[in-house]
């Protein structure tokens, strides 16, 4: 792994090359020509809210356009986007690929349901978009896949996913992987149950929305009340992997940044979980996993709260709650610090969406790259394919392959065609 030396020196190395925007301390002053143009992509709670809101005070980056299939939500973040500048710049589209179309946009910030985060990331880069894109894949294979094209078409790539600038997760991750506790053994990690939401009965679509294509590569069901909510179509299969994979890919990227293992994943796995009857939920709403990586480090996740741990031959450290204060088996383990010249662990960064504008200008891999975002979300679909068959399972990282035929089967679904057609 990259020691913070080799971090700082490719940085400045990189410095010295001409990149295709010029930094903001370059150009003098912040002219529109010079800015990179966003497209956002789902403009919901979290798209407007956090993402689009956060680039907005960015001023080497400009907001030309925003997109959601529902048109009261599209319209309102077009009215804040323009109210901020104070002009009527922004454009407004029912369509991504509209958006994707447009020539003037450097890069897009994609805030949708589970299943459309691969599809939509590989049409923007083949549409010769940067791409930032919330959190997690829908499948292993959709992940290598989207791995593929971004590196295909040399396109800069964040994971929108805050934990590894999230100072208590840094530390945790850092005194691990710097020996505090000394040899890693055992981690274990608490994530949120899910909800066993009531079934619905079919109601008609809402007239700001473009039902098809919000299903899009998901098979067809019909609408009902709150199917499209965040908190219901999370935990529907078609759509993600439940909130095993919404919050498993927030610890569990601290555990495997603390293990070394960001870029490979465990060799083994096993686990059970309730999947409720006569309910809109699909994804186990309980459950309880247990993984074996090769060094030999088990890591235990269970549904019930929020909580991160890591035991070493020398101590623990670990935290409660989100964004929890750290503890550890003493007050000498958790205020250790570390030469910056020796640290095992790259600098914290200030956010994912500074980090994504300066790795547009330099060209150089995100803090959350492609990879890192599909090895981290594997994680969590072995994890669910383990508990569907009810068995053990034994995973290969380097061929991404189980030691089970039917499990094998199950890295990949078919996505339907029909959102392709083009819209009226």
Known sequence: MWSRRHWLGTTAAASLALPNILPRGLRGANAPS???????????????????????????????????????????????????????????YADFRDLLAAGDIDAVVISTPDHWHTPMSIMAAEAGKDVMCEKPTLTIAEGRELVEVIQRHERVFQVGLEDRSVIQYHRLAELVRNGAIGELKRIYAKLPAGTAYPLEEEAPVP??????????????????????????????????????????????????????????????????????????????????????????????????????????????????????????????????????????????????????????QTREPTVYTAEAGHRLSTVMHIGTIAMELGRPLEWDPGNETFNDEQADALRSRASRDDWKNPAT
Request: proline share 4%; with cysteine; aromatic share 10%.
């Open 34 to 92: 010079n800015r990179i143009t966003l497209g956002f992509i789902g403009v919901g709670q979290h798209g407007r809210e956090y993402n689009m809101r956060s680039f907005l005070q960015h001023e080497d980056c400009l907001a030309l356009a925003v997109c959601d299939v529902y048109a009261n939500r599209r319209k309102a973040a077009r009215a804040e986007v323009n109210d901020h500048y104070g002009t009527n710049g922004c454009r407004e």
């Open 207 to 360: 007239d700001d929305l473009d039902y098809e294509l919000w299903t899009g590569p998901a098979p067809f069901s019909p609408y009902t009340p709150n199917r499209t909510e965040r908190m219901h179509w999370r935990q529907i299969r078609d759509y993600s992997g439940g909130m095993l994979a919404d919050w498993g890919a927030h610890l569990l990227d601290t555990a495997q940044v603390a293990n070394f293992a960001e870029d490979s994943g465990p060799v083994e796995v096993r686990g059970e979980g309730r999947f409720p009857e006569d309910s809109m939920a699909t994804t186990a709403v309980d459950y309880h996993l247990h993984y074996r990586y090769a060094n030999g480090v088990e890591m235990e996740v269970e549904s019930g709260g929020v909580e991160l741990r890591f035991e070493g031959t020398r101590g623990w450290v670990g935290n409660t709650g989100w964004r929890g204060r750290l503890e550890g088996s003493s007050d000498e383990i958790v205020r250790l610090r570390f030469d910056d010249e020796d640290n095992r662990l790259w600098p914290l960064p200030a956010n994912e969406h500074r980090d994504f504008l300066d790795c547009i």
